[in-house]
């Protein structure tokens, strides 16, 4: 009978090493506790309320980062700075006047990057363009102007996300067009479909760093309503002053934490986010919910005495809004280490959706998505079941080079852009719930990822 048995065994197909029933009893304890964990609200009262927004080479950005580093050694995890040099952007004292037709003050952000107005401010004709094409239109009727943009950015829709791509580019390169053809400043329609006018600041781009001329953001509403004026034959003129300024780099850090593995311990998953903001509101959802997520995944294992085949660690990278140098100087710095995948959460802490993936391999990011496809029951408890692929993080994706699985913990984003980079990203705006939900996927993802015998995106090996 045994004779018989053995060689229908050795035929049988092998296990899957990918089986939702292999990871269950883990991800269960780990969602439950992530789910009932209350350090989680707490630790994001104590980023956002008591140290607030986080501009890099600011007092309050390192004072973020020695919290960060406290508060992890505190739940027995290792805990490394690393060190790197960022550019300190000093906004200044700034303010926007209309002046013609009439007198009134408008709302603004000086966008990072942006340099000063001259001493005591600047007074131009305002022009409009609402693309390349119209800006061209525009000719030598540019110089000794302010250019204003004005590209609206579609409604969120579900099917499609967000229109943010489509419209940052101005924000983004703006101030370098309209000084070449002799413009003495910018204003760009904040990059949201909804507003309570409220401007929106973001990074701005020149071929040497620093713009040459001013450049600020202005609420949809007055961009809407200064076309308007335009467009009726109107001459609209503002006073713009700012005191915008790059005062050299700082010395800030990355935060790096982690939890080595019991069998490949060279092996790392990566999860992460970036404590930096920008220098208005709490920087809630951009980023500190995406540092409290990681924080909490390593907590949530650590407590649970779960660990993984593979290092999962935590990386708080600096300096993302304004400079990219502490994902940059991670890349460099961690060459030698086999970077398995790695997640960003970096688009809010509302309710989880699901993953993007990719990596420089489109084959292997399908196997990848194939595999995750696969795993969606682990994630069904928070309808966070959607799989694709799409851009991962600006902060992993220096990592892709090496080969790493690159993931983005993606929310339901319908609101996200109402608050992007403005006054208005404070706590109050996150769900404390949510929050919690966020720690249990990506505790989750990181718990697969490490554990998982072989790599998401490899085959695997021959039995």
Known sequence: MIALLLP??????????????TFRPAVDRIQQAALADETTWLRMQQLCDDIGHRLSGSKHLERAIEWAKATLEADGIRVRLQPVKVPRWVRGEESLRLVAPREEPLPMLGLGWSSGT??????????????????????????????LFDNPMPAYHPAHGPGYGETVRFRVK???????????????????????????????????GVSKIPAAAITTEDADRIHRMVKRGQTVKV??????????????????????GRERPDEVVVVGGHIDSWDVGQGAHDDAGGVVMAMQTLRTLKRLGLTPRRTVRAVLFTNEENGLKGALAYAEAEQKTRHVAAIEADIGAFAPTGYSVEHQDPQRAGLALVRLHGLRPLFAPFDATRMEAGFSGADVRPLMPAGALLLGHRTDMARYFDVHHTAADTLDKVDPLQMRQNVAVMATMAWVLAEAPGRLDQPAPAP
């Open 8 to 21: 229908l065994a050795l035929l049988a197909p092998p296990a899957d090493p990918f089986a939702v029933d």
């Open 118 to 147: 001259p001493k005591g401010g600047l007074t131009a004709e305002v022009v409009v363009a609402t693309d390349e094409a119209s800006f061209e239109a525009l000719g030598d009727r540019v110089r000794g102007r302010i250019v």
């Open 174 to 208: 703006g101030a370098a067009m309209v000084a070449e053809k002799g413009g003495v400043g910018v204003l760009v329609r904040s990059v949201t479909a909804r507003s309570l006018r409220t401007p929106h600041t973001g990074a701005q781009a020149s071929a040497d």
């Open 239 to 260: 006073h713009l002053q700012m005191g915008a300024r790059l005062e050299g780099e700082a010395l800030s850090h990355n935060v790096v934490a982690e939890i080595p």
